[in-house]
Structures are given as structure tokens and as C-alpha cells.
């Protein structure tokens, strides 16, 4: 009876260990390189978190409706190489986005590459080595 204790404990310690690295995903299991998205919305709420900081950007379109995008940005500690702090970006600043669209249907999240501050100064918001496309500059 211990001995398939011991086993159970051992492979429970496998299942476990083994869930950080499936967080983690490529760019291509849930964003579409062949669809760039561009818009211009105002910043509602920022996560600045590990391991890809999130941006929360309103986007009216033309009637008027209101569509609040999640943009995937890079980790913080690149995004901090690129030129960010966690104070770039305020809640309320409006801004200009460039990325790719979702996988899946009318999620509104992004894979974003470049965001324009208030400013007009144009940061990067991902890294080069998280296998997502480089924007077009």
C-alpha cells in the first residue's frame, strides 16, 4: 500500500509540474498572422503581469457600439527593453493599435505588435523572441 502511495505522489508531481509549460502557448495557436487588426480606442485597464502584460482598449465603430479589446502584449521585462514602464500607458490615454486578430470568432483579443501613445511616440509591444510577426514599421 505505501509503495502505490509513493507512485500516485510521484506521478500527481508530474501532472502538476508539467502545467506552467502548457501555459505558455505560441502565437499561432491563438492569433492569425493573415489578419492584422489596426484601431484607435481609449485605454480602460492595464495588467502589467507575467507572463504577457494585458492592455483593455474601448473601440467605438460607426453606430456608436462600444467593443472592449484585450491586447496581449509582450512580458513585462521585455516589453521594459522596448522602452515601457508600468506607467506608459494610463487608464484613459487614447491610442492607435496595431496587431492580429484572435483565432476564434468575435472575441475581440489581439496579439498586439505596436501601440502610439497620446504623444505620437510609437512603442513595440512585443518581444522578438515570442514567435509572434514583427509589425510593419
Known amino acids: 500500500m505505501k509503495l502505490s502511495r509513493c507512485v500516485a505522489a510521484a506521478g500527481l508531481g508530474v501532472l502538476l509540474g508539467a502545467f506552467p509549460a502548457a501555459?505558455?502557448?505560441?502565437?499561432?495557436?491563438?492569433?492569425?498572422?493573415?489578419?492584422?487588426?489596426?484601431f484607435e480606442g481609449v485605454v480602460t485597464r492595464i495588467e502589467w503581469t507575467n507572463p504577457h502584460?494585458?492592455?483593455?482598449?474601448?473601440?467605438?465603430?460607426?453606430?456608436?457600439?462600444?467593443?472592449?479589446?484585450?491586447?496581449?502584449?509582450?512580458?513585462?521585462?521585455?516589453?521594459?527593453?522596448?522602452?515601457?514602464?508600468?506607467?506608459?500607458?494610463?487608464?484613459?490615454?487614447?491610442?492607435k493599435v496595431q496587431g492580429f486578430d484572435g483565432r476564434a470568432a468575435n472575441t475581440y483579443r489581439m496579439n498586439a505588435t505596436s501601440i502610439v501613445?497620446?504623444?505620437?511616440?510609437?512603442?513595440?509591444?512585443?518581444?522578438?523572441?515570442?514567435?509572434?510577426?514583427?509589425p510593419n514599421r
Open 53 to 95: 502584460a494585458r492592455v483593455y482598449v474601448d473601440v467605438s465603430d460607426a453606430a456608436g457600439k462600444v467593443a472592449t479589446w484585450n491586447l496581449e502584449l509582450a512580458s513585462p521585462s521585455a516589453l521594459a527593453r522596448n522602452g515601457w514602464s508600468s506607467r506608459t500607458l494610463k487608464v484613459g490615454d487614447k491610442v
Open 117 to 134: 501613445l497620446p504623444s505620437g511616440r510609437s512603442l513595440f509591444s512585443g518581444s522578438a523572441d515570442d514567435g509572434s510577426p514583427q
Open 23 to 38: 501555459a505558455h502557448h505560441s502565437f499561432s495557436v491563438e492569433y492569425d498572422a493573415s489578419k492584422p487588426v489596426s
